[in-house]
T-cell receptor, first 112, second 112 residues
C-alpha cells in the first residue's frame, strides 16, 4: 500500500515566523508532488507543485524535494493568520494514470 | 475562465438510496478524477477518467461507478448508500499525466 505520511499537528507558529511542514512518501517511483491548502469545510486549493530535487519558490512559499530520502517539505515565510488551515501533501502514483496519494494533512495555526 | 464546477454542493440522502454527483472540468482538460474525503483524513482516490475511458479505480466497492461524457464532464454514482458514505466528494481536473490537479468546491453528502 503506497502511503504519504504527515504529522497531523497542530503546528502553532507566531505571526511573521516561518512555518515548516513535512511529508514522507513510500512510492519510490513517484515523480510529481503537490501541496494543497484546505480551509475548514472547503475543498483543497493547490499551492505548489514540485517535480525535481531541490527547492522551488513561489512568493512566501518554498517547496523542497529530496527523492533519495523520499521527503517533501513546504516552508511558509512571514506566516499570517490567514495561512491557518490544513496543508495536504500529495504524491503522484506510478501506474500510468493520474492518481494522487494524499497524506492526512497537517493543521497549521498562526497566532497573532 | 471557469474552474472545476461540481453539483450539487450539499446533499442529504437516506440509507439505501442512490445518488448522482456531477462535475465539469476546466475547459481543455480531458482528465477527471473523483476523490472521497472523510473528516480528518486526506482525499482518497475513487476513479480516474481520461478521454471518456476509465483509467484507474481505487479501493471502493462496486456500489461506486462513474462515467465521462463526450464534453469531458463526469458523473459519480453511488448505489445502496451507507452511513459510512457520508463525506466530501471531490472532483479533480488535470490537463495531462503528471500535471497539477485542480479541485472543484466539492459535494458534501450526508447519509442519514
Amino acid at each position: 500500500q503506497k502511503e504519504v505520511e504527515q504529522n497531523s499537528g497542530p503546528l502553532s507558529v507566531p505571526e511573521g515566523a516561518i512555518a515548516s511542514l513535512n511529508c514522507t512518501y513510500s512510492d519510490r517511483g513517484s515523480q510529481s508532488f503537490f501541496w494543497y491548502r484546505q480551509y475548514s469545510g472547503k475543498s483543497p486549493e493547490l499551492i505548489m507543485s514540485i517535480y525535481s530535487n531541490g527547492d522551488k519558490e513561489d512568493g512566501r512559499f518554498t517547496a523542497q524535494l529530496n527523492k533519495a530520502s523520499q521527503y517533501v517539505s513546504l516552508l511558509i515565510r512571514d506566516s499570517q493568520p490567514s495561512d491557518s488551515a490544513t496543508y495536504l501533501c500529495a504524491a503522484g502514483a506510478t501506474g500510468g494514470y493520474n492518481k494522487l496519494i494524499f497524506g492526512a494533512g497537517t493543521r497549521l495555526a498562526v497566532h497573532p | 475562465d471557469a474552474g472545476v464546477t461540481q453539483s450539487p454542493t450539499h446533499l442529504i440522502k437516506t440509507r439505501g438510496q442512490h445518488v448522482t454527483l456531477r462535475c465539469s472540468p476546466i475547459s481543455g482538460h480531458k482528465s477527471v478524477s473523483w476523490y472521497q474525503q472523510v473528516l480528518g483524513q486526506g482525499p482518497q482516490f475513487i476513479f480516474q477518467y481520461y478521454e471518456k475511458e476509465e483509467r484507474g479505480r481505487g479501493n471502493f466497492p462496486d456500489r461506486f461507478s462513474a462515467r465521462q461524457f463526450p464534453n469531458y464532464s463526469s458523473e459519480l454514482n453511488v448505489n445502496a448508500l451507507l452511513l459510512g458514505d457520508s463525506a466530501l466528494y471531490l472532483c479533480a481536473s488535470r490537463g495531462g499525466q503528471g500535471d497539477s490537479a485542480f479541485f472543484g468546491q466539492g459535494t458534501r453528502l450526508t447519509v442519514v
